[in-house]
């Protein structure tokens, strides 16, 4: 199942849905817009105002809902790490992947989790690609390329 989800709610509803997943495995590619604010990532869908946190959605949200999905073998991939503009200071801040990796290490899930970059790293996109260089390679895999012993596609070959 693919879908685009635009809205806050329809997010919510999206996440909510994975508790009713079979456990076939799953693979949830999770790309937006996210800021930090108070040590915690928000993601911010396309219906966000970034001057009203009511309007975002915590990481942890959706780390819990992969967490609560039945699906045996998870593999989330928060393609997250984008730089923003900082409208309070002007000036362009990505603490999205140093806080991200800080959430991840505290809360231990048993699930694995594709990061675009690590601490101190930046994520890179293309306006020619449209999407992030990590999404594009990722899609480039999942069509099968990434699938080197034919017997479906692993993490690691994933990785690979």
Not at 33 to 56: I, N
Not at 128 to 152: E, F, I, N, T, W
Request: charged residues 30%; contains cysteine; hydrophobic residues 40%.
């Amino acid at each position: 199942k693919e879908a685009t989800t635009r809205s806050r709610e329809l997010l919510r509803s999206e996440l909510k849905d994975l508790r009713n997943r079979s456990k076939e495995p799953i693979v949830i590619h999770f790309t937006a817009q996210a800021l930090v604010r108070d040590d915690m990532v928000f993601v911010l869908p396309a219906d966000a105002d970034p001057d009203d946190e009511d309007t975002w959605v915590s990481v942890r949200e959706v780390l819990k809902a992969v967490k609560d999905c039945p699906a045996e073998h998870k593999l989330l991939i928060l393609d997250l790490a984008h730089g923003l503009v900082e409208p309070r200071l002007g000036i362009t801040v990505d603490r999205v992947a140093e806080t991200l990796e800080t959430i991840i290490s505290k809360e231990e899930p048993k699930f694995r989790i594709l990061c675009p970059s690590s601490a101190g790293q930046a994520s890179l996109t293309s306006e020619v690609l449209r999407c992030s260089v990590l999404a594009h390679y990722l899609d480039q895999g999942l069509h099968g390329p990434a699938d080197v012993k034919k017997d479906g596609i692993s993490v690691q070959e994933l990785f690979d």
